[in-house]
């Protein structure tokens, strides 16, 4: 009976789960990669699992929904304000003999025990996510709990945020109580489940150690940034070009625009390196923004957006061999890619100038190492002046 009750929440939090995660990927790797560089697979899951746990809970308080038109027939009350009425309701409901287990099993089996139990498990696992994933403190982990807890309350009193004409279920002040004290409890007893999962500071350590090198998944997401700066210039260079004769090069000058001049103010750098902390380097420094500027005109008019150029042939011919010529380009850019060449996995393109990826984070703390390392010397030699 209990397990029938949320069965249906927790099956709808599963199949909402890949729609959710997957509008939230993008801006989880965004965030990750320019932060750390990296992605450990254990905070992935901890994370993932945390998203499933708030969709969890969330149906959990709102599902299943009942029909508008019985809730327009309830006459019950919709909100409970005396605190800790739960006890007297269990007292009233039932009674706890501890001679056999078959009684222990009935009483938690009324509906005023497992209520109270089940709002305790609701937000236990929420402090125990507050410590491990956000490291809060325990005075900031009781009034997170009591905020999500007044979340939920506050979205049944409101009908569902007005679908419903009136609260479908009970606002409920001991909930507040309960689900505030379910948070309190898992941040308390946290630590006997972080034993088993690396600590945050070795999570940290295994991001930045990573970040060094430059994963594909890594330029994927710099890629995507930077076709969404694209498509938004290409945007404006369309209104702009509008009813003028080289408004059918909207598209190419966009891309001359983003990937040839942006970066020559960038430091060689696109907005979607610079937010995931790529940069491109040369083994001819000195001629370093020529050869980035032929990098980014081979990757752009050859592999990334060759049909920017070939729609606006006219000749079928010309057309129809261009294609073939770029299909070739492909094949040749990907086993390029799949054959290192040095222990490098490097595209056509690169290999062609003399250019590849390198990760800014490895740099950015180094220099932070070596302050600290400054610092720490600067200190000694005080102490020991004086």
Known sequence: MIVEIYKIPIEVAFITFPIVAFFFTLPFLIYEYHKYGAIP??????????????????????????KISDVLNYKGPTMQLIPFQFVNDIKATSTLTLNSIQSILT????????TVLFNILLT????????????????????????LSLFFELTQLSG????YPRPYRLFDV?????????????????????????SREELTNQSYKK??????????????????????????????LLGTKIHNFYFILAIIFYYIIVPVFNNTKTFGKTI?????????????????????????FLIIYPFAWIN????????????????????????????????KHLFLYERLTRTENKSVIYFENQVKKEDNLENEVNTNEEETSK
């Open 41 to 66: 697979l254990i905070k992935s899951i901890v994370v993932y699992s945390f998203i499933l746990y708030m969709l969890t809970a969330y149906f959990m308080v709102i599902l299943p929904l009942p």
């Open 211 to 240: 970040g060094q090198k430059v994963s594909i998944i890594r330029r994927s997401v710099a890629l995507f940034i930077d076709i969404i700066f694209l498509c938004i210039f290409s945007l404006l260079f369309k209104v702009i």
């Open 107 to 114: 009483f938690l089996n009324k509906s005023t025990v497992y």
């Open 174 to 198: 001991d909930d507040l109580i309960i689900n505030t004290a379910g948070g309190t409890i898992g941040y308390i007893i946290s630590p006997l489940f972080l034993m088993f999962l690396p």
């Open 124 to 147: 236990l696992p929420f402090g125990i996510y507050l410590k491990y994933l956000f490291n809060k403190k325990w005075y900031q982990a009781i009034f997170a709990s009591f905020l």
């Open 276 to 300: 995931v902390k790529l940069e491109i380097v040369s083994q001819n420094v000195k001629l370093k923004l020529f050869i980035n500027t032929l990098r980014n005109i081979l990757l752009t």
């Open 312 to 343: 606006l042939i006219e000749n079928q011919n010309y057309r129809k061999i261009s294609v073939i010529a770029i299909l070739l380009i492909q094949i040749i850019n990907i086993i390029s890619f799949l054959v290192p060449l040095n222990k």
């Open 160 to 163: 569902l945020y007005g679908i």
